[in-house]
C-alpha cells in the first residue's frame, strides 16, 4: 500500500545521508526525540500497516470491524445479513473494507487511522476494552474525524427486533438517511 506520509526518522535518515557537509548539520543531542539513538543503529520496527490485514476494498469509505475469535472469515449467516444491512445504505460486501479485530494481532486505534482512510466504521461486536471510548450500541462516536457506530454481534442482532433498530437508527446518523 503507498503511504505518503514520512516519519521524522525516515526524513532524518535521508538528511543524514545526502546532506554530510557540516554546514548544513545540526547537533542534536544523542537519544532525541525525532532523531535515532545511535548513529549507525538501525531501525528494525515494523511498521503499523503491516500489522493489519484489511480485507475487501481498502480504499472504501466504509470500514466494518467484526470480533469473531479465531475464525478467518466472517460466517456465512452473518455475511447474509450484513449483505442486507449494506444493501439498506446503498453499499455492497465489494464496496466496503473489513477487519475481524480478533483475529488481528496488530489491531489498534493507531494502526487502523494509520491504513485506513474510512470516514465511516462500523463495529460490530466488539468489546469495550476494543473501542476508542465508551460506546453505547446504536451510539456514533467520532474519533480522529472519523464516525463510528457500535452495534452489537449480527447474529445477535439478525434475530432481535429492538438490536435491528438500534442499527438502523444508527445507520441512518451515519448515512444522513
Not at 478467518?72 to 446503498?90: H, S
Amino acid at each position: 500500500m503507498n503511504n505518503n506520509l514520512v516519519s521524522a526518522e525516515d526524513k532524518w535518515l535521508f538528511y543524514k545521508a545526502f546532506i554530510n557537509e557540516h554546514l548544513y548539520l545540526v547537533n542534536e543531542p544523542e537519544g532525541s526525540p525525532a532523531y535515532p539513538a545511535a548513529k549507525n543503529e538501525e531501525i528494525t520496527e515494523e511498521p503499523i500497516h503491516e500489522l493489519l490485514s484489511l480485507t475487501g476494498n481498502k480504499r472504501a469509505e466504509t470500514l466494518l470491524l467484526f470480533n469473531y475469535g479465531k475464525a478467518a472469515t466472517i460466517p456465512e449467516n452473518d455475511k447474509i445479513f450484513v449483505n442486507q444491512v449494506l444493501k439498506a445504505v446503498n453499499l455492497n460486501f465489494d464496496e466496503v473494507a473489513w477487519l475481524n479485530v480478533a483475529h488481528d494481532p496488530g489491531f489498534s486505534w493507531e494502526a487502523l487511522l494509520e491504513v485506513c482512510r474510512a470516514k465511516n466504521i462500523i463495529a460490530f461486536g466488539l468489546e469495550e476494552f476494543m473501542l476508542p471510548a465508551k460506546i453505547a450500541e446504536g451510539e456514533i462516536h467520532i474519533y480522529n474525524s472519523r464516525k463510528i457506530l457500535c452495534a452489537g454481534q449480527l447474529s445477535e442482532i439478525s434475530m432481535n427486533k429492538s438490536q435491528k433498530k438500534l442499527l438502523w437508527d444508527g445507520l441512518k446518523q451515519l448515512y444522513g438517511i
